[in-house]
């Protein structure tokens, strides 16, 4: 008994520090081994790879309109990634991200429109933030309720109600929010200047992505120092561990769910009062699923979630490089992308052996 009790392995036994380097080692080249693939198509068409992703990195870092471009491309990937990263710490897989952001904009747009216009900003801007967290909590809301109650899977549900998102802002941008100026255009009035996000000058850049770092760090320091935080991750890694220890699991599925709705909602009222000033049928296409390939790419971590969000931001950005200097259309960059999640999928294998 004496020998088993010394050979056998300590629970606590820190981790080595090649065991340490290995994920971080992995992430490295899922971000660099799909510039490699895309370099060999680049290849294909007669296009100097080198040259070109030196061009990329001109127009995004070159100057600041163009970094400040980037950073706002980043900033509603990071809070709709936060949106995916968040439940996925739970145990649930949040793909709503889209639909999220687009209520969250409707409302903010809504209130912007009808109840705020004659505030001020300092108190006009945080009641539409808190417009665009409440849509995006109502939506995600949904989702939640029919995860508790009806024990529906969240990932058909959140993608579905994607879909019914859009068509509901279509269907307001072409009625009771359709501005009269607009000649049949679909889009809703312009939003009070005094709502609009402070800019850096000679930029686009708004304050937005000071909003997204903080709720970064906001997020981080929950899952990561408190109670609920812990009772979080527990949930994520052993659901019946979690209801044995006496959790609410319900509650607890319930109010993650609708938090991260309300993460991606604040990115729709960001969209709005930052960029668009008015609402759109397209308002934040395409950012809830980027957000959720960024909390992949970052193992929904929220602090690398900065990082994978910058660059997918800078891929973005970047889209408009290769039709100018290579003559390929700016959707090429969509192959990149492709590229990342599938290299982000094998990898998963990979830290597993």
């Not at 009790?5 to 065991?19: K, Q, T």
């Amino acid at each position: 008994m004496k020998q088993q009790a010394v050979n056998a392995p300590m629970l606590n036994e820190p981790l080595s520090f090649r065991s340490r380097l290995k994920p971080i080692g992995i992430q490295i080249a899922v971000l660099i081994a799909p510039f490699i693939i895309f370099g060999i198509f680049l290849l294909f068409y007669d296009v100097n790879p080198i040259a070109l992703y030196g061009s990329m990195l001109s127009s995004t870092f070159g100057d600041l309109y163009g970094f400040g471009e980037v950073l706002i491309k980043a900033t509603p990937i990071i809070l709709t990634g936060l949106a995916a990263a968040l439940p996925a710490r739970a145990g649930m897989i949040n793909v709503g991200g889209e639909g999220q952001l687009a209520i969250g904009a409707l409302f903010a747009t809504w209130f912007a429109v009808f109840y705020l216009s004659s505030l001020p900003a300092a108190l006009g801007i945080p009641l539409m933030l808190a417009a665009g967290a409440l849509g995006g909590a109502v939506w995600a809301g949904i989702t939640a309720f029919l995860k508790v109650k009806g024990n529906l899977n969240e990932t058909i549900s959140s993608l579905l109600l994607n879909y019914v998102a859009v068509f509901t802002v279509g269907f307001f941008v072409h009625g009771l929010l359709k501005d009269p100026d607009s000649f049949n255009w679909p889009f809703s009035p312009e939003i009070s200047s005094a709502l609009r996000l402070p800019i850096v000058n000679g930029t686009r850049l708004h304050v937005g992505i000071v909003i997204a770092v903080a709720l970064v760090l906001i997020v981080w320091l929950v899952l990561k120092k408190t109670r609920m935080g812990f009772r979080i991750r527990v949930l994520g890694s052993n659901h019946l561990a979690a209801e044995r220890a006496g959790f609410k699991v319900s509650w607890m599925q319930f109010g993650v769910l609708v938090a991260a709705g309300a993460l991606a909602g604040i990115a729709g009222m960001i969209e709005i009062a930052g960029i668009e000033g008015r609402l759109r049928p397209s308002t934040g296409a395409t950012y809830g699923y980027l957000g959720f390939l960024a909390a992949w790419m970052a193992w929904n971590h929220p602090l690398r979630l900065t990082i994978t969000a910058f660059v997918l931001g800078m891929i973005s950005v970047a889209g408009n490089s290769l039709e100018i200097s290579s003559g390929l259309p700016s959707s090429s960059v969509h192959i990149l992308m492709g590229l990342v999640l599938f290299f982000l999928l094998g990898s998963g294998r990979r830290l597993k052996k």
